[in-house]
C-alpha cells in the first residue's frame, strides 16, 4: 500500500470505530420534561432602568421595557434592574411603597416600605383604578453597577393601566419634561387580559 492509501484506510477505519461507538450510544441524552414549577402562578417580568447616557439621549432615562403585558389574577412579580445613580425630587408620599403584597419591596434582597425622598431615583407609580401600586427605585450607589428592585403585585381585573415615574428625573426646570411625558421611557401602560 502507498503512504496515501494506508492513512486513507486508518482514517475510514477510524471513522468506522467511531461510527459504531457512536451507534450503541443514544446520540442525545434526552432531555428530561422541566419539572412543573411549584410557583407556576407567578410571571416574572424583567425590566431595566438605563441612565440617558446609556440609552444616548442625554437627560433621558428610561424603562427598557416600559410597556408590559400581563394575564390577570395572576401574582406579577417584577424585577427592576437600575443602573441610574442620579437622585430626583419625588413627593413624600410617592417615596412609600403601595399596594404590593404584603405592602413592601426588595432592594436588593432587602426588605423596604419606604424610603428617604433624597435617596430615590425613579418610580414605577401604576395607576390601577382607584388603586395605587407604588414601587420605589433607589439611586445605586457609587460602588454597585445596579440595583435589583424586586416586587409583587396582581391585577385582579384586566384592563390598561397607565404607569408613570413620579420622581421627576425628566428635562426642563421642573424635571417634568422630556421622558417624562413620553411613552415607552418614564410612563407606559400595562395591559392586563384575561
Ligand atoms: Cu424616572
Avoid at 416574572?44 to 408590559?68: C, Q, R, S
Avoid at 420622581?167 to 401602560?189: E, I
Wanted: hydrophobic share 45%; glycine share 10%; with cysteine.
Amino acid at each position: 500500500m502507498k503512504n496515501s492509501a494506508k492513512w486513507l484506510a486508518a482514517v475510514s477505519s477510524a471513522a468506522l470505530l467511531a461510527g459504531t461507538l457512536a451507534a450503541g450510544v443514544p446520540a442525545f441524552a434526552h432531555a428530561k420534561p422541566a419539572a412543573k414549577h411549584a410557583k407556576s402562578n407567578i410571571v416574572v417580568i424583567n425590566t431595566k432602568l438605563v441612565t440617558g447616557k446609556m440609552d444616548h439621549k442625554k437627560g433621558w432615562p428610561k424603562y427598557e421595557p416600559a410597556m408590559f403585558h400581563v394575564p390577570a389574577g395572576k401574582t406579577i412579580k417584577l424585577v427592576i434592574k437600575s443602573y441610574d445613580d442620579g437622585k430626583a425630587t419625588v413627593p413624600a408620599s410617592d417615596a412609600k411603597v403601595q399596594g404590593t403584597i404584603g405592602g413592601f419591596e426588595l432592594v436588593n434582597g432587602k426588605k423596604f416600605t419606604s424610603f428617604k425622598a433624597a435617596d430615590v431615583a425613579h418610580t414605577m407609580t401604576i395607576m390601577e383604578g382607584a388603586k395605587t401600586i407604588n414601587i420605589v427605585v433607589p439611586v445605586r450607589s457609587a460602588k454597585e453597577k445596579f440595583v435589583t428592585v424586586t416586587a409583587e403585585f396582581n391585577f385582579p381585573k384586566a384592563g390598561t393601566y397607565n404607569w408613570q415615574c413620579e420622581a421627576a428625573c425628566g428635562t426642563g426646570n421642573s424635571g417634568w419634561m422630556g421622558p417624562m411625558m413620553t411613552n415607552g421611557w418614564m410612563k407606559g401602560t400595562w395591559v392586563v387580559k384575561k
